[in-house]
């Protein structure tokens, strides 16, 4: 391949697990609790196989964190929709899947619940 080569990837983490302040009902307000969060970010990378032109893991980890830590937050769909717009911040990331599951929200009857939104580049 040659160095002018662009290639498509998908950059992704998943089951990262974050303790947020987030619900809507009066037994969640004042507490934390735990989510599990997936991102699946859409760059065009180099074929060079620098790591100066690929993007950190970590750096989706650290913006779950932060989004977390927040304070907080009524709705999985406003962690999400916020993560995203951090994960797009990076002008590498054409495109954001986040996905946002809730373990506890319809405990025991469920395993969990939760949203995916899809934020990309106008």
């Not at 697990?17 to 859409?42: F, M, N, S, T, W």
């Amino acid at each position: 391949m040659s160095g002018s080569t662009l290639i498509s990837s998908k950059v992704f983490v998943t089951g990262v697990k974050v303790q947020a302040e987030i619900g809507v009902y009066r037994h969640e307000i004042g507490r934390v609790q735990p989510l599990i969060v997936d991102v699946e970010l859409d760059v065009p990378i180099d074929a060079s196989d620098r790591l100066s032109n690929t993007l950190n893991y970590e750096a989706i980890l650290e913006a779950a964190q932060a989004v977390a830590s927040g304070g907080h937050l009524a709705l999985v769909e406003t962690f999400a929709h916020r993560l995203a717009e951090r994960c797009l911040a990076d002008p590498r990331v054409t495109r954001a899947r986040v996905r946002v599951e809730k373990p506890l929200a319809l405990a025991p009857d469920a395993v969990g619940a939760g949203v995916e939104i899809v934020l990309g580049r106008a």
